[in-house]
């Protein structure tokens, strides 16, 4: 890793880290991920995978046994964008086995779909069985489009999602596994953690045989808890004041507990991240949040092998919504189209950090922020800024341009400067 590390630097030689562009190599549309609430409103921001549709067991086989409706789940997938392959870009997951497949109801719910879902494997596993058998003969490039990622449960170190033993969890991998992998193009991902005892969880859920059912490893990237009684605004997503943990301390952990127990080099997601809900209300501050959520993630890319970063969500949800009431991109969903296009197929290097200000190199540009400075009510604070030398032009969020000429005033919001 040395020439990464050199790439670290705000001083460095960009020459350096193109050098190195093979090795790492370029950011595809399929890294941008976005969540979303309703098939009936898609992003209108450019996005290539597409994460994550209702949990899907409860959401099909809800209302009883054999008893299949793959409606609303085929709508999220038919409109997910394809690949190559015409294999669709979604993250399916599963979660809340139907109250029918467990005969205690002390860990069931009513949920909001009106069927019922519990946070416990079923008394039979052949229920299970036939679910993901079903499931993957449904979409299977005829009936209706392959899938890319199927995620074996919803954020399963949240009660609100899991309440039984890891074991169990692991048990119903190893039966889905070869199943799903009948289908070539499948990517069969661990259970989702959040970050609350997410490591502890994920190395259990691995060491116990998880490793071995799963092609790669995904968590939720909200970086700071939000809810009643939680302090707002919630820190920058790279920020050490980060409640639960800064974004690249998050993926730094899971590729350490992926690469010591059974998944080393294997692909990370985020199948969930951002501000979460209502974290960030200032119009100005939220472009500067997710433009540097996007940017460290896609710095982390090639190193970790972070294969897609997603954010929810794009609207119709209180969790990081970036659609106005009018339906067009609020001013963050600008900045995300902005640092989609900064970002997209160039080769981007780990962000580093000296003091405040925080530098990025994407193959030979470099994006700029200071982290110390703020916006509120429309008024954005900056402090003076040397470029390193060679650097002629920078682009805001806006897209609007300007002319290097000496020092520059530097914000929150990053900017890309170009030689």
Request: aromatic share 10%; proline share 6%.
């Given at each position: 890793?040395?020439?990464?590390?050199?790439?670290?630097?705000?001083?460095?030689?960009?020459?350096?880290?193109?050098?190195?562009?093979?090795?790492?190599?370029?950011?595809?549309?399929?890294?941008?991920?976005?969540?979303?609430?309703?098939?009936?409103?898609?992003?209108?921001?450019?996005?290539?995978?597409?994460?994550?549709?209702?949990?899907?067991?409860?959401?099909?086989?809800g209302t009883g046994r054999g008893i299949y409706n793959f409606g609303i789940i085929?709508?999220?997938?038919?409109?997910?964008?394809?690949?190559?392959?015409?294999?669709?870009?979604?993250?399916?997951?599963?979660?809340?086995?139907?109250?029918?497949?467990?005969?205690?109801?002390?860990?069931?719910?009513?949920?909001?779909?009106?069927?019922?879902?519990?946070?416990?494997?079923?008394?039979?596993?052949?229920?299970?069985?036939?679910?993901?058998?079903?499931?993957?003969?449904?979409?299977?490039?005829?009936?209706?489009?392959?899938?890319?990622?199927?995620?074996?449960?919803?954020?399963?170190?949240?009660?609100?999602?899991?309440?039984?033993?890891?074991?169990?969890?692991?048990?119903?991998?190893?039966?889905?596994?070869?199943?799903?992998?009948?289908?070539?193009?499948?990517h069969v991902m661990t259970p989702s953690v959040i970050w609350a005892n997410g490591?502890?969880?994920?190395?259990?859920?691995?060491?116990?045989?998880?490793?071995?059912?799963?092609?790669?490893?995904?968590?939720?990237?909200?970086?700071?808890?939000?809810?009643?009684?939680?302090?707002?605004?919630?820190?920058?997503?790279?920020?050490?004041?980060?409640?639960?943990?800064?974004?690249?301390?998050?993926?730094?952990?899971?590729?350490?507990?992926?690469?010591?127990?059974?998944?080393?080099?294997?692909?990370?997601?985020?199948?969930?991240?951002?501000?979460?809900?209502?974290?960030?209300?200032?119009?100005?501050?939220?472009?500067?949040?997710?433009?540097?959520?996007?940017?460290?993630?896609?710095?982390?890319?090639?190193?970790?092998?972070?294969?897609?970063?997603?954010?929810?969500?794009?609207?119709?949800?209180?969790?990081?919504?970036?659609?106005?009431?009018?339906?067009?991109?609020?001013?963050?969903?600008?900045?995300?189209?902005?640092?989609?296009?900064?970002?997209?197929?160039?080769?981007?290097?780990?962000?580093?950090?000296?003091?405040?200000?925080?530098?990025?190199?994407?193959?030979?540009?470099?994006?700029?922020?200071?982290?110390?400075?703020?916006?509120?009510?429309?008024?954005?604070?900056?402090?003076?800024?040397?470029?390193?030398?060679?650097?002629?032009?920078?682009?805001?969020?806006?897209?609007?341009?300007?002319?290097?000429?000496?020092t520059i005033a530097l914000g929150v919001k990053p900017i890309m400067m170009e030689?």
């Amino acid at each position: 890793m040395k020439v990464t590390t050199q790439c670290f630097s705000v001083l460095a030689s960009l020459a350096i880290c193109l050098m190195a562009s093979a090795a790492h190599g370029q950011i595809q549309q399929s890294f941008f991920s976005l969540g979303v609430g309703s098939t009936a409103d898609l992003p209108q921001v450019s996005y290539g995978t597409l994460s994550h549709a209702p949990v899907a067991w409860s959401a099909i086989e809800g209302t009883g046994r054999g008893i299949y409706n793959f409606g609303i789940i085929d709508e999220y997938v038919s409109s997910a964008p394809r690949d190559a392959n015409n294999v669709a870009q979604i993250d399916v997951v599963m979660g809340w086995t139907p109250g029918w497949a467990v005969s205690s109801q002390t860990n069931c719910k009513v949920q909001t779909d009106d069927l019922v879902g519990c946070s416990v494997p079923p008394d039979n596993m052949s229920d299970w069985t036939d679910f993901i058998t079903t499931l993957v003969q449904h979409y299977n490039g005829v009936t209706a489009p392959h899938i890319k990622y199927y995620e074996i449960w919803n954020e399963a170190n949240n009660a609100s999602f899991w309440t039984a033993p890891v074991s169990d969890l692991v048990a119903m991998a190893q039966v889905a596994y070869p199943i799903l992998k009948q289908d070539p193009y499948s990517h069969v991902m661990t259970p989702s953690v959040i970050w609350a005892n997410g490591v502890t969880f994920m190395t259990s859920y691995l060491s116990g045989g998880g490793s071995r059912y799963a092609d790669g490893l995904t968590f939720h990237s909200y970086t700071s808890q939000t809810g009643k009684g939680v302090k707002l605004p919630v820190p920058l997503p790279e920020s050490p004041a980060s409640t639960n943990a800064p974004v690249q301390t998050m993926i730094a952990a899971y590729r350490a507990v992926a690469d010591a127990n059974g998944l080393k080099g294997k692909p990370l997601a985020t199948t969930e991240g951002g501000w979460g809900v209502n974290g960030v209300s200032d119009p100005d501050m939220q472009a500067a949040w997710i433009a540097q959520y996007e940017i460290v993630q896609a710095g982390l890319a090639a190193q970790d092998n972070l294969e897609f970063s997603t954010w929810f969500a794009w609207g119709h949800v209180p969790s990081g919504t970036i659609q106005a009431p009018q339906g067009q991109p609020t001013e963050a969903g600008y900045a995300y189209q902005q640092v989609y296009g900064w970002l997209l197929g160039n080769v981007a290097f780990p962000c580093a950090n000296s003091g405040n200000i925080w530098s990025c190199a994407v193959s030979g540009n470099l994006i700029v922020w200071n982290a110390a400075q703020t916006c509120s009510n429309g008024v954005c604070t900056t402090a003076p800024y040397s470029p390193p030398k060679g650097f002629v032009k920078y682009v805001e969020l806006t897209g609007a341009t300007a002319t290097i000429n000496g020092t520059i005033a530097l914000g929150v919001k990053p900017i890309m400067m170009e030689r």
